[in-house]
């Protein structure tokens, strides 16, 4: 069975920095691709960043530049590095997987519905 779990939320004042990390559990990393999602308060569900089984990755405009994807398959862990928050960053950030496949291996999906395995989720806020 495959389990997501996250970790490292918390708070932090505007500029400052986080790293979330996802613990991955029933399958091997190297051939799922994986995701970070975020969904603030009245707001729908947006796609972060996201890296494919061969290690391409994709970001939300949003956060080109600020925030890095990567992961760790020996450990089984995903991670988002978080540089330079902003107070509109704050949401419920959620890990999110699936079986990856060629048509997105060189530029992995930010859509919620192509992913089928998801994380309990960690907050994240930011103030001012």
């Known amino acids: 069975q495959v389990q997501l779990v996250e970790s490292g939320g918390g708070s932090v004042q505007a500029g400052g920095s986080r790293r979330l990390s996802c613990a991955i559990f029933?399958?091997?990393?190297?051939?799922?691709?994986m995701a970070w999602f975020r969904q603030a308060p009245g707001k729908e569900r947006e796609g972060v960043a996201a890296?494919?089984?061969?290690?391409?990755?994709s970001y939300a405009d949003s956060v080109k530049g600020r925030f890095t994807i990567s992961q760790d398959s020996a450990k089984g862990t995903l991670y988002l590095q978080m540089n330079g928050l902003e107070p509109e960053d704050t949401a419920m950030y959620y890990c999110?997987?699936?079986?990856?496949?060629?048509?997105?291996?060189?530029?992995?999906?930010?859509?919620?519905?192509?992913?089928?395995?998801w994380g309990q989720g960690t907050q994240v806020t930011v103030s001012s």
């Open positions: 890296i494919s089984s061969a290690g391409s990755t």
């Open positions: 999110a997987a699936a079986g990856d496949n060629w048509r997105y291996r060189l530029l992995p999906p930010l859509s919620a519905p192509e992913y089928n395995y």
């Open positions: 029933g399958y091997s990393i190297s051939t799922y691709r």
